[in-house]
T-cell receptor, first 109, second 119 residues
Framework: GQNIDQPTEMTATEGAIVQINCTYQTSGFNGLFWYQQHAGEAPTFLSY??LDGLEEKGRFSSFLSRSKGYSYLLLKELQMKDSASYLC??????????WGAGTKLIIKP | GAVVSQHPSRVICKSGTSVKIECRSL??????MFWYRQFPKKSLMLMAT?????????EQGVEKDKFLINHASLTLSTLTVTSAHPEDSSFYIC???????????????FGPGTRLTVT
């Protein structure tokens, strides 16, 4: 079957670094997306990995290991506005995104 | 990035009435559009996938006669919730994807969502 595993909730301090891990199982694989979702809003795109390795984009970086079915999102220099849910969504053989419940990230001053 | 709009952003309707939600891709041609619903603190649930000019493919457990989807053009898909009931109250989100091989082909661009409340 298809499955996504992320921590339910994480807490970090403003200015710090946090890593959100994701393991997945899908029928086929066409890349993995990370989305940010603030409460009551639609998801917004953060990153896309299709090859193994690290993709860096400003304060956010995302890593993928296809052989391990593993990805992580790294957030640096945390800001209060980063408090949100972070969704790991791999794309299966039909290019459909597989969604988990996401990780709620709480940033404390 | 590409822009997807949804209308209305919020709607309140009475039980038994029908509500139409529009999803538009504003600056690219969306060959495929997806409709999701999301309950509070829950993950996105895919309801259906629609390809322009063809019938939508519904996920298991989603009533196609209740949730009517029309994807009549490359920039517009509509979701009509027919004979709405309070349990249909939810956050409905659409996303759009461009043609395979094109610049907008690998990413789903999300609309801002529609909050439906059925009283």
């Amino acid at each position: 079957g298809q499955n996504i595993d992320q921590p339910t909730e994480m807490t970090a301090t403003e200015g710090a670094i946090v890593q959100i891990n994701c393991t997945y199982q899908t029928s086929g694989f066409n890349g993995l997306f990370w989305y940010q979702q603030h409460a009551g809003e639609a998801p917004t795109f953060l990153s896309y990995n299709v090859l193994d390795g690290l993709e860096e984009k400003g304060r956010f970086s995302s890593f993928l290991s296809r052989s391990k079915g593993y990805s992580y999102l790294l957030l640096k220099e945390l800001q209060m506005k980063d408090s949100a849910s972070y969704l790991c969504a791999p794309s299966d053989s039909n290019y459909q995104l597989i969604w988990g419940a996401g990780t709620k990230l709480i940033i404390k001053p | 990035g590409a822009v997807v709009s949804q209308h209305p952003s919020r709607v309140i309707c009475k039980s038994g009435t029908s509500v139409k939600i529009e999803c538009r891709s504003l600056d690219f041609q969306a060959t495929t559009m997806f409709w999701y619903r999301q309950f509070p603190k829950k993950s996105l649930m895919l309801m259906a996938t629609s390809n322009e000019g063809s019938k939508a493919t519904y996920e298991q457990g989603v009533e196609k006669d209740k949730f009517l989807i029309n994807h009549a053009s490359l920039t517009l898909s509509t979701l009509t919730v027919t004979s709405a009931h309070p349990e249909d109250s939810s956050f409905y989100i659409c996303s759009a994807m461009g043609a395979a091989g094109g610049p907008d082909s690998y990413e789903q661009y999300f609309g801002p969502g529609t909050r439906l409340t059925v009283t």
